[in-house]
Nanobody, 120 residues
């Protein structure tokens, strides 16, 4: 599975961004898709995940109520809608895919990352 993340950028605090992750390769619609982020000097952390059907989602406490993960299996794309952004959301955001629904970093496939910068 190849993953291509996009949609990052510079936004002011309180603003919104929508990240996209396009998947290709084997049948990626059966994969759980996840978003992670890594800020400078910090470990990569879980943000959100969605099951292959879209019926199950989970969020990190730090983004719950502000971020929404969704997917369009017809387009092999997963999205992360980020609202009410805060400076502490600044990080490189990575999408990931795995057959197992998990919030750990044990995903088999990773995209290249897209930078999100939130100014105060």
């Amino acid at each position: 599975v190849q993953l291509q993340a996009s949609g990052g950028g510079l936004v002011q605090a309180g603003g919104s961004l929508r990240l996209s992750c396009a998947a290709s390769g084997r049948t990626s619609s059966s994969d759980t898709m996840g978003w992670f982020r890594q800020a400078p000097g910090k470990e990569r952390e879980f943000v959100a995940a969605i099951s292959w059907s879209g019926s199950r989602t989970v969020y990190a406490d730090s983004v719950k109520g502000r971020f929404t993960i969704s997917r369009d299996n017809a387009k092999n794309t997963v999205y992360l809608q980020m609202n009410s952004l805060k400076p502490e959301d600044t990080a490189i955001y990575y999408c990931a895919a795995d057959l197992v629904f998990t919030t750990t970093r044990a995903y088999d496939y990773w995209g290249q990352g897209t930078q999100v910068t939130v100014s105060s």
